[in-house]
């Protein structure tokens, strides 16, 4: 695993917390292309903010952190 990898999975770990006090899970799934692969679920999954929660917090650490990082998706 390169350290590019290795620095989205610790921000990821970071964030986990935020989302489980609120009843949501994140997942890492891969990254690919200068996209991070994630799954939200549990409270997140059905939460009207979730493209809020991924784009304008989850995305935006990443990208702050890593510039290798063009996009966050969520897959279902």
Do not use: H
């Not at 290795?6 to 935020?18: C, Q, R, T, W």
């Not at 990254?31 to 995305?59: H, N, P, S």
């Amino acid at each position: 695993m390169d350290n590019v990898e290795e620095k989205i999975k610790s921000i990821i770990d970071e964030l986990k917390p935020f989302l489980i006090s609120d009843g949501g899970t994140l997942e890492y799934i891969k990254f690919e292309d200068g996209i991070v692969f994630v799954k939200l679920g549990g409270a997140c999954a059905d939460c009207a903010f979730l493209d809020v929660t991924l784009k304008d917090g989850i995305e935006q650490m990443i990208m702050n952190e890593v510039p290798e990082v063009k996009e966050v998706r969520n897959v279902n």
